[in-house]
Every structure is written in C-alpha cells, then in structure tokens.
C-alpha cells in the first residue's frame, strides 16, 4: 500500500513540473512577441496647424516606427542613382553647396510612394567630422539647410557651454511616407523636408538628450534654448520639448513653404 501511494505521489510531482515548464514557455513566448520596454523607439510626429498623434503601423514599421525603410512586412533597401540620370542645374547647384559644407552623402534613385517621393534624394552619413545616426534621407536644400545650421550654429553653441565639438547628431526620422493625422496633409517627412533630432553626442562623449531637462540642469538649458532660436533662422519650422507632449523628446526641424513667409518656431 506505501508503494502506490509514493508512486501516487511521484506522478503528481511530474504533472505539476510539467504545467510549470509549460507555463514558463507560454510567458517567454509571449514576451518575445511584445516589444515592452525593450525597444525604446521614439516614433516620429508631424507637425501642422495642429500637431498629429502618432500613427497606427502595421508589421515592421509598427516596430521601428521612425525608420522609413520599414514597410509594411520587409525593409526597403536604398537605390543608387542611375548613372544616366540628369538632374536640372539647381539640384547639381545645391550639391556643389554640400561639398562646400563638408557633407559625406550618397545620390539615391528618386523615391515615388503615390504622394509622397523625393525626385532627387540624398543620403546624408555626416556633415564634416559630425556624425548623423542613422543616415538621414533628405532632399538636397534640407541636407544643405540643416548642415548650414549645423556648422554655424550647432557647434560654436557646444564649444561655448561645453568646450567641446559635436560628435554624432542622432536622428529619428527623416524621409517617410504619411499625413498629418486629422488634416489629410502630407506630412514634410514624406517629402523629404523634415528631421528630427532626437539627442546630440559631444566630442567629450557627453550625450544631450533633446528632454526637456532637470530644473538645475541650467547649461544644458540654456544649450538647448539656443539651439531653439538658431535653429529658427534657418527652418520655417522648429518644434521642441514644451511645445506640446508629442514634441517632448526631439526637435523637429522642415523646411515647409508657407504664405507670406511665415515661420512656426515654437
């Protein structure tokens, strides 16, 4: 009788391990097909008479929401320009502008996604010694504007509060193809006009984060306040922490032609 109540009991110790495994298993399936805080992706926001929510993305593009090249199930790999192809004389202009500014860039074959495309795109990797991380995909006058911006402004603003050049100016989103939600306007990422900087890394290795900072943090304050009002001599838009909850993480900086000049700098 002691014999089959210890095998009783042997059987029952097995079935409960195996509902443990088994249940282990389950929730580190689940984790795996969750993204939590594991991925600490800051999705790109459009900005027009009202700002826009981040839009809703299916497949890759849900997980790397500021890559452009994420569609819908497969990256989209960069094209080269053609050799033939003929591009009209401001364009061969502007990128004589480039090489004056120091910028590293590729020529891509043009980009058409119904409304949204670049005819002539570049891929810009740095701007003389700085760094751009992820390449950024632009037309030719953003790259030429934000490198201006970036040589004249960005890095006497850094040597001046911090002693130090600028390393790498990290980026999380430049050309992609949407509207701005609640106006079915084309956004100026998908036509190439718009980046958005995300954190900047100094010579020093010190990495600003475009947050809004701490409230003792005064030179990094005052840093990125400049970088603000610097930047609003060159773009027609600049949107920043304090402007809104979807701008509290980057600045986001176009190019976009409005009537009379006007300028949204915020």
């Known amino acids: 009788m002691a014999g089959i109540f210890r095998a009783a009991s042997v059987a029952v110790r097995q079935v409960r391990r195996a ?47 500021s890559n452009p090249y994420m569609t819908a199930a497969y990256p989209r790999m960069d094209e080269p320009m053609a050799p033939t192809e003929q591009m009209p004389a401001s364009e061969v202009e502007c990128r004589q502008d480039l090489k004056r500014l120091g910028v590293v860039y590729t020529d891509l074959a043009p980009i ?16 003389g010694s700085i760094g751009m991380k992820p390449a950024a995909t632009l037309t030719c006058d953003m790259a ?3 490198a201006g911006w970036a040589r004249n402004e ?9 002693f130090s050049g600028v390393r790498t100016i990290r980026q999380g989103s430049s050309y992609s193809c949407r509207r ?27 990495e600003i984060d475009v947050r809004k900072p701490g409230l003792f943090a005064f030179r ?5 306040n400049t970088v603000r009002a610097d930047g609003c001599q060159y773009f027609t838009t600049v949107l920043g922490p ?25």
């Open 220 to 224: 990094t304050r005052g840093f990125l």
């Open 242 to 266: 304090g402007y809104n909850y979807d701008h509290r993480n980057h600045f986001h900086f176009d190019i976009k032609n409005r009537r009379n000049g006007y300028r949204a700098c915020r």
């Open 180 to 206: 701005i939600a609640g106006e079915g306007t084309l956004s100026e990422h998908g036509k190439g006009n718009a980046l958005d900087v995300m954190s900047i890394e100094l010579g020093n290795g010190k």
């Open 144 to 146: 030429a504007t934000f």
């Open 112 to 127: 058409r996604e119904g409304q949204c495309g670049i005819d002539y795109p570049v891929k810009i990797s740095a701007i």
């Open 19 to 65: 509902r443990m495994i088994a249940g282990g298993l389950g929730i580190a399936a689940i984790s795996a097909c969750t993204t939590g805080s594991v991925l600490s992706l800051e999705p790109a926001v459009d900005v027009g008479s009202q700002t826009s929510a981040v839009p809703k993305y299916a497949g890759m593009q849900r997980l790397v929401p």
């Open 154 to 162: 960005l890095v006497p603003s850094a040597r001046w509060r911090y």
